[in-house]
């Protein structure tokens, strides 16, 4: 129960956060916060393994809900996500040319 409450919420903003940097790599940072944004909204609204937002919330959690969500499943998720992030942001950063993008 203590992983549902402390540690998941966690994981999963640190993630997103990863997330958010490596979008503002691609596309503008106001994008991706918006990407970011919208993954959460819908994540209120819709009860989905595949909404990442579901498993930082105790009541969508299976051992409350019969169709929730399991937390070996989120922490995957998340984890997966985390290292996808790094991974490819640090390939995108070393060929990012930080001088010809301040001038836009």
Same mark, same amino acid.
Request: proline fraction near 2%.
């Given at each position: 129960?203590?992983?549902? %409450?402390? @540690? ?6 640190? &993630? ?9 790599? !691609? !596309?503008?940072?106001?994008? &991706? ?7 959460? %909204?819908?994540?209120t609204y819709y009860l989905n393994f595949l909404m990442l937002g579901n498993y930082a919330m105790m @009541?969508? &959690?299976?051992?409350? /809900?019969?169709? #929730?969500?399991?937390?070996?499943? #989120?922490? /995957?998720? !998340? ?5 996808? &992030? !790094?991974?490819?942001?640090? %390939? ?13």
């Amino acid at each position: 129960m203590n992983l549902e %409450l402390f @540690l998941l919420p966690f994981l999963l903003i640190t &993630s997103v956060g990863l997330m958010q940097m490596f979008l503002s790599l !691609i !596309i503008r940072p106001l994008y &991706s916060y918006c990407v970011s944004v919208t993954v959460m %909204l819908a994540s209120t609204y819709y009860l989905n393994f595949l909404m990442l937002g579901n498993y930082a919330m105790m @009541l969508r &959690s299976s051992r409350v /809900v019969t169709n #929730g969500v399991y937390v070996f499943t #989120g922490l /995957v998720y !998340i984890l997966i996500l985390a290292i996808v &992030s !790094i991974i490819s942001g640090l %390939l995108l950063f070393r060929r990012y040319d930080i001088l010809n993008k301040e001038q836009d």
